[in-house]
């Protein structure tokens, strides 16, 4: 493990602190623990998109230029009710 020196706001550092305290941990453990967080989101957020990429690519739905995909989701929800897009149906948005 290598150390590193960073530049935080006194007033950070102090609240670091005492985030790091009330969940009984060191600062360094603290850092080290949101630094971690954020590269593995960066990683899933990668996967994601390239998941994406794939379905995008490998898909053979297509559709007419001008094509309005929100009535296409409005008949499927006509024909197919129990698969009801949640923003549809009773008009109200779910939480």
Do not use: C
């Amino acid at each position: 493990m290598r150390n590193v020196t960073l530049a935080v706001d006194d007033t950070l550092l102090d609240q670091a602190r005492a985030l790091a305290a009330r969940r009984q941990t060191t600062l360094n453990a603290l850092v080290r623990s949101l630094l971690a967080r954020e590269v593995e989101q960066e990683d899933r957020i990668a996967r994601a998109r390239e998941g994406m990429r794939k379905v995008i690519e490998e898909s053979t739905l297509e559709f007419e230029p001008g094509t309005d995909v929100k009535e296409l989701s409005r008949r499927h929800a006509a024909v197919f009710p129990g698969h009801q897009h949640p923003d549809m149906g009773s008009g109200k948005k779910s939480r």
